[in-house]
């Protein structure tokens, strides 16, 4: 049981981090150099659609077999090792990142495009490229450590 839990949350971080490096590093650029402004809002809305519908169901996987791992495997907080206490906190500063932005500027970007408000739109969709970057960088970081702490110490 507790390989299927691993793998689960192997998985679900994958998607989690690999969808924001295709978004920020591949694409938004492609975006930004074949569309006109009205277009790649319109896409960036399909796209941001889907993905934080796809995040609607990675992230609570995540965090629960994270739980899991740490209360099965690691045998709870007290007993379990430094690289197992930062893959939980970046995991929950991830998560807040990940509420922030969907609460925030990404109803406000739905709210904007319905109203017509282009330049509103576009504004919000900065703040979701930021707050994207912000969360690949620290899922790059979980990543590093969790390799680090598994097999390098």
């Given at each position: 049981?507790?390989?299927?839990?691993?793998?689960?949350?192997?998985?679900?971080?994958?998607?989690?981090?690999?969808?924001?490096?295709?978004?920020?590093?591949?694409?938004r650029p492609a975006a930004h150099d074949a569309l006109e402004a009205p277009q790649r809002l319109a896409l960036m809305q399909g796209v941001f659609r889907r993905f934080f519908l796809v995040l609607w169901h990675v992230v609570p996987i995540v965090l629960l077999t994270g739980w899991a791992l740490l209360g099965?495997?690691?045998?709870g907080f007290g007993a379990s090792v430094w690289h197992v206490h930062v893959m939980h906190l970046t995991g929950l500063v991830m998560t807040g990142v990940f509420l922030a932005v969907f609460l925030g500027p990404w109803r406000g970007m739905r709210a904007a495009l319905a109203a017509g408000d282009r330049p509103a739109a576009a504004a919000a969709l900065d703040r979701i490229r930021l707050g994207v970057t912000l969360n690949l960088g620290l899922g790059l970081l979980t990543v590093a450590v969790a390799g680090w702490g598994r097999f390098g110490g």
């Open positions: 049981m507790a390989s299927l839990i691993y793998v689960l949350h192997l998985i679900a971080a994958v998607l989690w981090v690999g969808g924001m490096a295709f978004a920020i590093l591949v694409l099965g495997w690691y045998w």
